[in-house]
């Protein structure tokens, strides 16, 4: 299968780079094709280019409850013709995307998220995955509070999204 994995993150060195590592490591020793686009380095990947992935994967910190700036921009830039605009959603690029998956990092608690209605969430799963191919669910990988993890925590988090991953492609 061909993933696609969207990571935003301005740091080289960060528990979000060793989340893309993980997911990129996992994706390729189980045989998958994989291209990486770091959208706060430069890169950018237009709809067009995800067409043909069965996968889809998105590794970011969640700011102010939702996605950061350079993900929202790759959303609305890339996808709100079919979002938003006149297009059919079954024209989509993400046509061929049977595994939406997002993985991603909140200072707050759960429970201040869910208080703020967790937007970012809602906007894949709402959107997002509804451009995706038919019976697409989003799979939310996250972990909450993470200022208030210890390293035993987070990097059982790290191992927890490579397993949840690796269960995506069986």
């Known amino acids: 299968m061909r993933f696609v994995v969207l990571h935003a993150h301005p740091q ?3 528990l979000n780079v060793a989340l893309r590592d993980r997911v990129v ?6 045989g998958h094709g994989v291209e990486l686009v770091r959208l706060t380095q430069g890169e950018w990947i237009d709809g067009d280019a995800v067409a043909g992935a069965e ?4 590794v970011y910190p969640t700011w102010w409850g939702g996605l950061p700036a350079p993900m929202l ?3 609305q830039s890339e996808l709100a013709t079919w979002i938003d605009g006149p ?3 079954a024209s989509s690029p993400l046509r061929t995307v049977r595994h939406l998956m997002a993985i991603t990092t909140h200072g707050s608690p759960s429970r201040v998220n869910r208080l703020q209605g967790e937007p970012g969430r809602h906007l894949l799963r709402r959107s997002v995955a509804r451009l995706c191919a038919p019976g697409t ?7 909450y509070g993470v ?3 210890s ?3 987070i990097s059982a988090f790290v191992d927890r999204a490579g397993s949840e991953l690796a269960a995506v492609g069986t």
């Open 12 to 14: 080289q060195e960060c």
């Open 25 to 30: 490591e996992t994706l390729e020793r189980a």
């Open 55 to 58: 996968g889809l994967v998105l």
């Open 73 to 75: 921009s790759w959303v």
């Open 87 to 89: 297009a059919d959603p």
């Open 137 to 143: 669910r989003l799979r939310w990988v996250a972990l």
């Open 147 to 149: 200022d208030q993890r």
């Open 151 to 153: 390293p035993a925590e």
